[in-house]
């Protein structure tokens, strides 16, 4: 047999070796229903949480509804440290963390600027904002410095990303 | 014309003072909305008229400090970029075409083997144990998170929400279908319920809530259309498996075939003003 | 809705020559340049003032703007629509003052709404209790509410241009003027809105 094809013939097997052990497209039918386990109570309280969210008209209530899910999210991440599962801490992580950026913050920022510090709504901005800060630094001091869990590059990781939620927010403004 | 619609309407009009035709006959006839329409005159008059604090002695200061600094603008030059257009791409594309491919197939053929090869024999740094691969992520809760920020920061109109909650929908229902074969009763169901809440609570309860004249017939068509066509793809899933499914997860895709349905019937009905 | 009937932008009568002001600033003629400023200052000055409630912010960010727009204009499409792009740049700044704020956990320092300064003699005593409820009233809007209302109502700007400013879509400000409208008229004439539904009502 000439050379050629049968060089192409044992680069056309390499390859075919390469592609059949990378990951599938997607998870399968036993790691979906795993999937569903986790999520299921979590899809029920995010979905009542974007129907409440959908009837919040001022940035204060809205911060008030991030709060809860930054609050339940929160709880996830303990539940994924009592159980030192590395690959769920660094999932809720990335959802609390976004929750933080893209919901807490931009609304905090709204209300503070809506809510002026002498308004009937200032003492309830204060104490969500307050409540917030210290569900995302608590969420932070619950990712073990040692230990097992704390040994995986994606537990370190996910304290260093929920800190930095924490700091997103900060504490509220000291009173006048 | 309903008052609600000539209401919405003449709060929407870029100018209240000139009401667009369709509006001139309801307003010849009820001086309920013309009340309005003059309100709204007035609003727009006490805007242009509320007290600002005077700037001028900032601006004289800043005209002088602009009047001091010379006659001449000048500014840094802008450097344009060598790279840009298609010339940048113009040697690549020579150099590939002086390739004889059918010499060059079979020598990245057997670079390829060789460093297969290589990698499976060479021996692994001793001391480190590769991280394992992660779980994969769920998508699903993925965009539920970032569905709920939408809300949060920029879903705030009634149909801007039922497009939200539509696409939620979706991904229930496309949940449902994906595990029906391995999930069990109770997961099942769990996912049937909250499937009915958020098109009820949702998807319905955010159109009702959509005020006759904020969009135009155009957009208020898409709006509708989009989330029906939703509901009518989980009707139409949801019935096929469920003729085809496990005993424990019949029941959950009949109840969301029948909610998607009946959500879609009645956005129908509140498409065309019915409800 | 209708097809979009905007009124024609604002009778910039005097204002006639601002294309060849700004392209003689464009060419580096500062006096030219100076022209566009007062022009637009006092019409950004307000604008930022309904922003930030705050003489000394509002001016700070009127003269940032003007320093910016100096910069940045050879960068600026002949042609195109100035207005827009300056007050583009005046929302940048608001935007970005915001984060500053929030970073350095200070809040606007908010001042009573100033003293009555337009309404003259002829204002009726009815005028200037409305004019009062109005500005009470938009201090307690949403910013993003404001910000397309006084677009609209000071400035006349059509949806496309309010849209451009606060980059978004034509849709959502219209919308956001809709709202703030109706926010204001059910304050100004509550009789008129009688079945008026309590937003943002707290779950029990």
């Not at chain 2, 369709?22 to 005159?41: F, K, M, N, T, W």
């Not at chain 2, 075939?257 to 129908?268: E, F, N, V």
């Not at chain 3, 940048?92 to 309404?119: G, M």
């Amino acid at each position: 047999m000439r050379p050629r094809p049968l060089i192409v013939l044992f680069a056309c097997a390499a390859l075919a070796a390469w592609v059949s052990a990378q990951p599938g497209a997607g998870p399968t039918a036993a790691e979906l229903r795993q999937m569903l386990r986790a999520n299921r109570d979590l899809y029920d309280d995010l979905a009542q949480s974007a129907l409440a969210m959908a009837k919040r008209n001022t940035s204060l209530d809205r911060v008030d509804e991030c709060r809860r899910v930054a609050d339940r999210l929160a709880r996830e991440v303990r539940v994924a440290v009592d159980a030192k599962d590395a690959d769920r801490l660094a999932e809720v992580t990335d959802h609390l963390h976004a929750v933080t950026h893209d919901g807490l913050a931009p609304n905090l920022a709204d209300a503070h600027q809506d809510i002026h510090p002498h308004s009937p709504d200032s003492p309830r901005l204060r104490e969500v904002h307050q409540s917030a800060y210290d569900s995302l630094t608590r969420a932070a001091n619950t990712v073990p410095t040692d230990g097992d869990l704390a040994t995986h590059k994606r537990a370190q990781a996910a304290r260093e990303k929920l800190a930095a939620a924490a700091a997103r927010i900060g504490p509220p403004p000291a009173e006048k | 014309m309903t008052c609600d619609v000539a209401r919405n309407r003449l709060l929407a009009l870029p100018d209240p003072t000139r009401p667009t035709d369709d509006l001139l006959p309801h307003l010849g006839g009820c001086a309920a909305c013309r009340a309005v329409q003059a309100e709204a005159v007035r609003l727009d008059a006490l805007l242009k008229r509320l007290p600002v604090p005077s700037s001028e002695a900032r601006k004289a200061a800043f005209l002088n400090a602009l009047d001091a600094a010379g006659p001449v603008i000048r500014t840094r030059p802008v450097v344009p970029s060598s790279l840009t257009g298609s010339g940048a791409f113009k040697p690549v594309v020579s150099w590939l075409k002086r390739i004889d491919w059918k010499y060059a197939g079979g020598g990245v053929a057997a670079c390829l083997v060789l460093g297969i090869g290589i990698w499976f024999l060479a021996p692994k740094p001793k001391g480190t144990e590769p991280e394992q691969a992660a779980r994969p992520k769920s998508e699903r809760l993925a965009r539920m998170v970032k569905r709920t920020t939408d809300l949060a920061t920029t879903a705030h109109a009634p149909h801007q929400r039922v497009g939200v909650f539509a696409e939620w929908t979706a991904d229930l229902k496309g949940e449902a279908c994906d595990v029906y074969k391995v999930a069990d009763r109770e997961d099942m169901n769990a996912l049937a319920s909250q499937y009915e809440k958020v098109v009820s609570e949702g998807v319905v309860s955010q159109a009702r809530q959509i005020e006759a004249g904020t969009l135009t017939p155009g957009e208020r068509s898409r709006v509708f259309t989009d989330a029906m066509k939703q509901l009518a793809d989980a009707e139409t899933d949801a019935s096929r498996l469920a003729g085809e499914a496990p005993p424990n997860a019949r029941d959950a895709l009949a109840k969301i075939a029948r909610t998607a349905q009946d959500g879609r019937r009645t956005l129908a009905k509140l498409a065309e003003g019915k409800q | 809705m209708p097809p979009d009937l905007d009124p024609p932008p604002p009778d910039l009568t005097g204002f006639g020559d601002e294309s060849e002001w700004i392209a003689a600033a464009q060419a580096g003629d500062r006096s030219a340049f100076a022209r566009v400023v007062n022009a637009y200052w006092d019409r950004l000055y307000r604008w930022l003032y309904h922003l930030t409630r705050d003489r000394h912010r509002a001016e700070d960010l009127t003269q940032e703007t003007f320093m910016k727009a100096l910069a940045a204009m050879k960068s600026f499409r002949a042609g195109s629509n100035f207005r827009a792009w300056l007050f583009r740049i005046g929302h940048n700044n608001f935007v970005n003052l915001k984060r500053a704020e929030r970073k350095n956990t200070q809040p606007a320092n908010d001042e009573p709404p100033a003293a009555d300064t337009a309404a003259g003699p002829m204002t009726t005593a009815a005028d200037r209790e409305a004019l009062e409820k109005v500005a009470k009233a938009i201090q307690e809007l949403p910013t993003d509410f404001r910000m397309a209302l006084m677009l609209k109502a000071e400035e006349g700007m059509n949806y496309r241009e309010i849209a451009a400013v606060l980059k978004t879509t034509e849709e959502t400000a219209r919308w956001r003027v809709f709202k703030a409208r109706q926010k204001l008229a059910k304050v100004l004439s509550p009789d008129l809105y009688p079945d008026a539904d309590d937003e943002g009502e707290r779950p029990a």
